[in-house]
């Protein structure tokens, strides 16, 4: 699914953005990594050299406000961008926080049931469904909280 950098010019010019280098490298590392991250992995992925902090703080709001990305998560104060993916524009699907990483995941929307009733079905905009736990990761990095074997 990998786009070219030219595709990535396009789709920011087409949102009315000017396509600058940074904006190219962090929409093509959100669409690519496959969950949201937080503005300090993407810092932590595309290096502290090219870019300062700032910068890429600015263009993550520039990209938002332009509808390339959305806030994801803001789980314990960490902001957490996803790419929008086309067609995805208004439909959220819920995404699973582990407590201890902070890690957010995309959670699809066949793999949880959840059922809005007409009534309000018809009056949402946004929706913002969290679910908290432990990944995958962490649970096998805990120490085994069972009895362990006891040797004589
Ligand atoms: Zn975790
Ligand atoms: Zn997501």
């Known amino acids: 699914m990998g786009k070219k950098k030219e595709e990535w010019k396009k789709i920011l010019r087409e949102a ?5 280098a940074p904006r190219v490298a962090v929409l093509q590392l959100l669409c690519t990594s496959g969950r949201p991250l937080s503005h300090g992995e993407v810092l932590e992925t595309l290096g502290h050299d090219d870019w300062d902090q700032a910068t890429l703080y600015r263009n993550l709001l520039k990209l938002e406000e332009a509808k390339l ?3 994801a ?6 902001t957490h ?3 929008i993916q086309p067609g995805e524009e ?7 926080v582990c407590g201890d990483c902070g ?6 929307c066949d793999q949880v049931s959840l059922k809005v009733d007409e009534k309000w079905r018809t009056l949402l ?15 096998e990095e805990r120490p085994h909280e069972d009895v362990e074997e006891v040797e004589h």
């Open 16 to 20: 009315g953005l000017r396509s600058t």
């Open 69 to 71: 990305i959305r806030v």
């Open 73 to 78: 998560s803001r789980a314990g104060g960490i």
């Open 81 to 83: 961008y996803e790419y």
């Open 90 to 96: 208004t439909h959220h699907h819920p995404h699973f």
């Open 103 to 108: 890690q957010v995941s995309c959670l699809p």
């Open 125 to 139: 905009a946004e929706s913002e469904l969290q679910f908290v736990g432990t990944c995958t990761h962490c649970r």
